[in-house]
């Protein structure tokens, strides 16, 4: 268990919809971040916030959002859904390690299907 | 931006054989990690490497920076191991740990 909740874990939805995808980092991981995986594109970094501040952004469409509570906990918003944004929604969190290391551990994921 | 490929892109193993996973990077990096991600889809962290050589049971991983690339080792494969495996670097001019350019993978099938 990598210790990063993502909710729901599938999501089924028709195109032209909204739709919300929930995230909660690692106890005291102050970032978040947020990744696609498609088939066609693979794995791919879409928007990092630390601490309630958005920190990067990648290829993340406009139509694309997303934002960090307080409580740290992230929820990315998906609208005016198309059948390409069919893919598995990851969220990940990173903190150095007590080994020194600064890795990155991901959420299950969230299959999301655009019929 | 970075390019990051890996090889092969498929490898069919027999249960107790050891395998060699490359990735190769087109510039100097500062962060590089190995994933696996399982048949269920879930994504697991294995090495934080950006240089040198660690070790974790059967897997072993070694990164030569100076020649851009990093290899993944698994030993005395068991049907546990399949999957996919995923080498990510993150662009050197950033501090940033946690944007990772992803590589396309090896998927890895051991039988039994």
């Known amino acids: 268990d990598s210790g990063v909740t993502q909710t729901p874990k599938h999501l089924i939805t028709a195109t032209g919809q909204r739709v919300t995808l929930r995230c909660s980092p690692r106890s005291g991981d102050l970032s978040v971040y947020w990744y696609q995986q498609s088939l066609d594109q693979g794995l791919q970094f879409l928007i990092q916030?630390?601490?309630?501040?958005?920190?990067a952004k990648g290829n993340i469409l406009e139509r694309f959002s997303a934002q960090q509570f307080p409580d740290l906990h992230s929820e990315l918003n998906l609208s005016s859904l198309e059948l390409g944004d069919s893919a598995l929604y990851f969220c990940?969190?990173?903190?150095?390690?007590?080994?020194?290391?600064?890795?990155?551990?991901f959420g299950s994921g969230t299959q999301l299907s655009v019929l | 931006g970075i390019q990051v490929e890996q090889s092969p892109p498929d490898l069919i193993l027999q249960e107790g054989a050891n395998s060699t996973l490359r990735c190769n990077f087109s510039?100097?990096?500062?962060?590089l990690q190995w994933f696996h991600q399982n048949p269920w889809g879930q994504l697991i962290n294995l090495f934080y490497?950006?240089?040198g050589t660690k070790q974790n049971g059967r897997l072993s991983a070694t990164t030569v920076a100076t020649e851009r690339y990093s290899l993944l080792y698994i030993s005395s494969s068991q049907t546990t191991d399949s999957g996919v495996y995923f080498c990510?670097?993150?662009?050197?001019?950033?501090?940033?740990?946690?944007?990772?350019?992803f590589g396309q993978g090896t998927t890895l099938q051991v039988k039994p």
């Open positions: 510039d100097s990096v500062n962060n």
């Open positions: 916030y630390y601490n309630g501040e958005e920190r």
């Open positions: 490497i950006p240089s």
């Open positions: 990940a969190s990173s903190a150095r390690t007590g080994t020194g290391d600064e890795k990155l551990f």
């Open positions: 990510a670097v993150g662009d050197h001019g950033s501090s940033n740990t946690g944007k990772l350019i």
